[in-house]
């Protein structure tokens, strides 16, 4: 199965969605020395995650790791003193990071709706998105089309989660009050990605000069 080898891609956000609350429980042992044998203890002990399920726990703690692992260490003790809904937007930032499908679909798909006339974004859309991934590669082609959907709706639950998707499927600006982080992270990317306007980031950039 060499198909994957040179592939970006994962379909692996299907098995965690968005893990806020698992990941804040998770930190203290990835922030540790002997991380890998105390994830391993909660894997089998199930001690703090309370899954029922040693698989999903195992899959829960793996996608975990690798997000804590797409980005430094020191933006995971800057993260754990943010207020709760930065933390929200801290997490939506490492997933993009994480997934380049999520990636993908955000940069490709929901920003050019947003600019669009009818800022709304449906599961067609990223569908649409996936015939242009799949057709430049070969892994995400061999995809089904089931397991493509399940990674649409896994990041359209994810938009709702942080409220950026209404249930009208509406899309809204990413409500975060430490926008000025991501520029002293010289991430000024994820500002656009949270679907502010020009003159608000214009604005950002000016308050942290």
């Not at 930065?86 to 940069?107: P, R």
């Amino acid at each position: 199965m060499s198909i994957n080898k040179k592939s970006p891609y994962t379909a692996a956000i299907t098995g965690g969605g968005f893990l806020f609350e698992e990941t804040n429980i998770l930190l203290p042992l990835l922030q540790s020395e002997g991380r890998d044998e105390r994830l391993k203890q909660e894997a089998l002990h199930n001690e703090l995650l309370q899954i029922n399920s040693e698989k999903s726990r195992k899959s829960c703690i793996a996608e975990v790791k690798r997000r804590y692992n797409a980005v430094s260490p020191s933006f995971w003790v800057d993260y754990q003193a943010m207020a709760e809904e930065n933390q929200y937007a801290a997490l939506f930032f490492v997933l993009l990071k994480t997934y380049k499908i999520l990636f993908d679909f955000h940069t490709n798909v929901t920003i050019k709706r947003w600019n669009s006339i009818s800022k709304a974004i449906f599961t067609e859309d990223l569908m649409m998105e996936f015939n242009e991934i799949s057709a430049n590669d070969a892994f995400v082609d061999s995809w089904s089309e089931m397991t493509k959907k399940k990674v649409a709706s896994s990041y359209l639950t994810i938009l709702r989660k942080i409220g950026m998707l209404d249930t009208d499927n509406q899309l809204q600006s990413l409500s975060c009050s430490n926008f000025d982080y991501y520029i002293r992270l010289e991430e000024q990317w994820f500002l656009e990605a949270a679907l502010l306007l020009p003159y608000q980031i214009e604005t950002i950039k000016k308050s942290t000069l």
